[in-house]
């Protein structure tokens, strides 16, 4: 699913990703915080590798305004998509369920927080970031 490029990504759009073993984004700006001195490579399915120039947080609302700190994010430049860790998600608490075309994300605290129809086999997901970042 993942891809690179040079093409400027709509920062607002995210993917469920169920083989992405990390949260990414290629957008600096999404950040609102980042620890530039973490360094990490990223393999994609196509074997292709490229690099991780650093780790943070991101902070999104949802439709109902509630506000989600996503952490360790991988900052990858060279990424074209904002991906969002299936796995990442359940390891932090949330119940992720996938069902007939709909997927549905919940939070033990808050209930459900995301429901995303599945659209050309993905599952597309509108975040808006909370922040203004310094690194834009």
């Known amino acids: 699913m993942a891809y690179h ?76 998509t904002n991906l969002l860790s299936a796995g990442q998600l359940q390891e932090d608490g949330y119940e992720i369920n996938i069902k007939g075309g709909v997927c549905k994300i919940r939070d033990s605290h808050l209930g459900l927080i995301a429901q995303i129809n599945m659209s050309n086999r993905l599952f597309p997901l509108h975040l808006h970031n909370s922040t203004k970042s310094c690194f834009s």
């Open 5 to 80: 490029s040079k093409e400027k990504v709509s920062t607002n759009l995210w993917y469920l990703d169920t083989g992405c073993s990390n949260h990414m984004s290629g957008q600096k700006e999404e950040f609102s915080e980042l620890d530039e001195t973490f360094r990490g490579t990223v393999r994609f399915g196509d074997n292709s590798v490229v690099s991780a120039m650093g780790k943070g947080k991101v902070l999104v609302s949802t439709k109902n305004n509630s506000i989600h700190t996503i952490s360790d994010v991988f900052y990858v430049p060279a990424l074209k």
